[in-house]
């Protein structure tokens, strides 16, 4: 007898999986799918800080073109990047959990 392994074409041979290997591939899945989420609130988060600075320093030029103005500005400014954070916290709330 050949010591082959018998298969079906194009299929590939079985091999039994322990419970500790499913159990390895379930953390590693996990793991990437944790790094994942974690990557993509770091860039929501970096992005966000740098719009909040853009919005600053828009703010900052506008006030010295109408120093009269600043009030108005600064609650303009303070509006958005509130906006901009409740933005992240629900970004991170909907793919964190």
């Known amino acids: 007898m050949s010591r082959e392994v018998a298969r079906r074409p194009g299929v590939a041979p079985s091999r039994r999986r322990s419970p500790y290997d499913l159990q390895i591939e379930a953390i590693h899945g996990a793991t990437g799918v944790q790094v994942t989420i974690d990557r993509a ?46 933005s992240i916290a629900r970004f991170g709330f909907d793919i964190g959990g």
């Open 41 to 86: 609130i770091t860039g929501v988060g970096e992005q966000a800080m740098f719009d909040v600075v853009q919005v600053k320093r828009t703010q900052r030029e506008l006030e010295q073109l109408c120093p009269d103005a600043s009030a108005e500005l600064n609650l303009i400014a303070s509006t958005t990047c509130m906006s901009i954070a409740r």
